[in-house]
Structures are given as structure tokens and as C-alpha cells.
């Protein structure tokens, strides 16, 4: 479950209570690589040495994070 907290939703742009549906969109969206934003992230994580127990949902909390 992703953490839901007001970084991230504000960098989703999103209202609390509408948190899964822009997410879920945001996911499947094709990203400027040609490929939904969710290997996109599948992709840092292997750049960055992650083992695959962090969640691609991890992954995105952390950069949502970082890029405020």
C-alpha cells in the first residue's frame, strides 16, 4: 500500500479521498520511455541495486519524496 501522505499527494494532485484511481492511471501511463511508468520504476530499482522486496509503490514514495 503506498503511503498516502501529503508529499505524495500532492505530487499526484490528488484529493484524499480519490488516492487508488489517479495512482492506478498514473501507473499504466506511458512514460517519455515508451513503457508504463510502472517499469519505468521496476527500472530504477534495478539501477539503484534494490532487491525486489521493495515494491515498485516503494519506489515511487521515495522519488515523489525526492523530487519536492
Do not use: Y
Given at each position: 500500500?503506498?503511503?498516502?501522505?501529503?508529499?505524495?499527494?500532492?505530487?499526484?494532485?490528488?484529493?484524499?479521498?480519490?488516492?487508488?484511481?489517479?495512482?492506478?492511471?498514473?501507473?499504466?501511463?506511458?512514460?517519455?520511455?515508451?513503457?508504463?511508468n510502472?517499469?519505468?520504476?521496476?527500472?530504477?530499482?534495478?539501477q539503484?541495486?534494490?532487491?525486489?522486496?521493495?515494491?515498485?509503490?516503494?519506489?515511487?514514495?521515495?522519488?515523489?519524496?525526492r523530487?519536492?
Amino acid at each position: 500500500m503506498p503511503i498516502a501522505d501529503s508529499v505524495v499527494m500532492a505530487e499526484l494532485s490528488i484529493v484524499k479521498e480519490r488516492l487508488w484511481q489517479p495512482l492506478h492511471a498514473w501507473m499504466r501511463e506511458v512514460g517519455p520511455d515508451g513503457r508504463p511508468n510502472h517499469k519505468h520504476l521496476e527500472k530504477l530499482r534495478r539501477q539503484a541495486q534494490l532487491p525486489e522486496v521493495i515494491s515498485t509503490l516503494r519506489v515511487f514514495d521515495v522519488i515523489a519524496w525526492r523530487v519536492r
